[in-house]
């Protein structure tokens, strides 16, 4: 018998899922942000799109953790697409006039500096985890249905991977201290 052909192997097929997830949050962001310019009535789209992308970002670690896959360039990339994603809601927001382009101005300039300053993985979560509760709040607002479909999803996400919630919790909780003490 030969070797086996890695292109026909779902093995090899899997392994590359998490980062076809990984990279697909780049393809969502891009989405959300293209419907700024359709405004305020893409808003129900824009949810759905971010929890598709929060789904995939579940799931790509979990896949990655199953096949013992080791990072690859996507992957110790993955943050940065997690961020990538949560400025595009940040600019669609703004560019559909539904938040206060002045504010978003001053927060991300804010959170820049501070950010540049610390150079930490938690100074960028603290300034992220406000603007990825933001579709959320303008959409109870705006469009309560979307707003409801987010909270059932945030629900079931959390009990489905309640554990490395309270992993990432526990990680920044940790990363926190340790910045004090710098």
């Known amino acids: 018998m030969g070797a086996r052909n890695s292109y ?3 093995v090899v097929k899997m392994r ?3 980062d076809l997830l990984t990279l697909s949050r780049g393809l969502v962001a891009a989405a959300i942000f ?3 310019f ?3 009535r893409a808003l129900e789209a824009v949810i759905l799109l971010t929890i598709l992308g929060w789904t995939t970002d579940i799931f790509d670690g979990r ?3 199953k096949y013992h896959k080791p990072p690859t360039w996507i992957g110790e990339r993955e943050f940065a697409f997690d961020m990538v994603m949560v400025f595009a809601g940040l600019c669609y927001l703004v560019m559909s006039g539904l938040i206060n382009e002045w504010l978003a101005l001053i927060y991300i300039v804010v959170a820049a500096v501070c950010i540049a300053f610390f150079r930490s993985k938690t100074i960028t ?3 992220a985890t406000p603007l990825v509760a933001l579709p959320l709040i303008v959409a109870s607002l705006k469009a309560p249905r979307a707003a409801l479909w987010y909270l059932i ?3 079931g996400a959390l009990v489905l ?3 490395r919630f309270r992993g990432v919790v526990r990680e920044f909780i940790e990363n926190a201290k340790k910045l004090a003490q710098r």
């Open 8 to 10: 026909n192997d779902p």
């Open 16 to 18: 590359k899922l998490p």
């Open 34 to 36: 293209s419907l700024g």
């Open 38 to 40: 359709v405004g305020a």
């Open 63 to 65: 896949l990655a953790r």
């Open 125 to 127: 979560m603290s300034f």
């Open 153 to 155: 999803w945030i629900a």
């Open 161 to 163: 991977d309640w554990p």
